[in-house]
């Protein structure tokens, strides 16, 4: 139990939270593991906990120090790094979520956490904060109490009881800043847990599911605006070509270019466009993918599935010229329909080389006897 007034203007015992951090090149360095928001996190006590309990007052917190890479290991800052980022906000005397009280020490950081981290509990307030657990969104310390003297050994053992309430981690892999894009469910899976790094799934909703999730990662900046997580995904089944074997297969799902990533994330949260509307490729039933759907001023992600979709009768005249010439010369290295050489795009380089051999012996054969018969 903290000594009688040990912080000034506190009673025996307080709660402790992280409510901010900052940033210490040297000590970024030292850690060596690599680009962080924090080093160091600032530590703050309550100070309107019966404001807060009785009539819902907005939390203020008071500074009382600070903990840094002496008192955490490695693996707790990169935690509090990870997910953190999601409730960061700019430095200022009062978010939304909870303001800084006057006797705050002056000199602490750039940044703020909207959503605070409960690390040490003392057994004093553990009664009234459960009132205020219901309406505040904290990440509790699942069961830590203590009602001994701050020390860094003991903030190690409770950050590792970290629960987050309101901030599911990202899937593993996952870069944080994509992973908020993420829904928490699609088509009724939830993301968090769903294994996207896995082998292709063959049928929906695993597919769709995979197919987005991969999607998210790979898109350029282009593509991430098209995701709307207010309205539920267009699922996706891929439509099926006539491979060199005269078999009728599912197009290939290529999502390692960006370009396919974009398209896939268009055509599911774009607007489909129905009979005449459609563009001439989906009128005719042709390309990868079995609608016509467009968002914002793009091109439909059938057309720009493997291509920039300027060849897409719904783009500008201009650049439909230019594009279909190269389509036309089958130079774009693209999906296209009307491309001789796509039934052998699954075929690998020394097989193609095989196929060109017993063609032109074919056709030498074919020379020779025309030849014969001539002279005969």
């Known amino acids: 139990m903290l000594k009688k007034d040990y912080i000034p203007d506190l009673g025996d015992t307080a709660d402790f939270v992280i409510i901010g951090g900052r940033r210490d090149a040297g000590d970024e360095h030292k850690l060596g593991i690599g680009s962080l928001w924090w080093t160091s996190f600032y530590i703050g006590c309550i100070e309107n906990k019966d404001e807060a309990c009785r009539f819902n007052a907005k939390l203020r917190f008071r500074i009382i120090g ?25 430095f200022a005397k009062s978010i939304p979520e909870f303001e800084r009280g006057n006797g705050s020490e002056n000199n602490w950081a750039p940044r703020v956490h909207a959503t605070s981290v409960v690390y040490l509990r003392t057994t004093s307030f553990s009664s009234s904060y459960e009132a205020l657990r219901s309406n505040t969104a904290i990440w509790l310390a699942a069961g830590r109490r203590t009602s001994e003297r701050l020390a860094a050994t003991r903030l190690t053992t409770a950050l590792r009881a970290l629960r987050p309430r309101t901030c599911p981690p990202p899937p593993p892999g996952f870069d944080p800043a994509r992973a908020q894009h993420l829904p928490a469910k699609v088509l009724g899976v939830r993301t968090a847990t769903f294994s996207y790094d896995a082998e292709q799934p063959t049928t929906n909703p695993d597919f769709s599911v995979w197919l987005l999730m991969n999607a998210v990662k790979g898109a350029s900046s282009v593509g991430i605006p098209a995701i709307d997580k207010t309205k539920e995904i267009r699922s996706v089944i891929m439509n099926t070509k006539t491979d060199a074997h005269l078999k009728s297969t599912p197009y290939k799902v290529n999502l390692r270019n960006s370009q396919n990533c974009d398209a896939i994330l268009r055509y599911m949260y774009g607007d489909e466009r129905e009979g005449t509307d459609r563009c001439s490729k989906c009128m005719a039933a042709k390309g990868a993918l079995p609608k016509c759907v467009i968002w914002g001023t793009f091109s439909c992600a059938n057309c720009d599935w493997n291509r920039s979709g300027a060849v897409c009768s719904l783009a500008p005249a201009e650049k439909r010229g230019t594009k279909r010439k190269s389509a036309n010369t089958g130079m774009d290295g693209g999906d296209s329909d009307s491309d001789d050489t796509d039934p052998f795009e699954d075929l690998d380089r020394k097989t193609c080389l095989k196929i060109s051999q017993i063609f032109l012996k074919a056709a030498d054969l074919k020379k020779k006897k025309k030849k014969k018969k001539r002279s005969g």
């Open 66 to 90: 600070t903990i840094d890479r002496h008192g955490i290991s490695k693996e707790n800052i990169t935690y509090l790094n990870r997910h953190g980022c999601f409730t960061r906000a700019p």
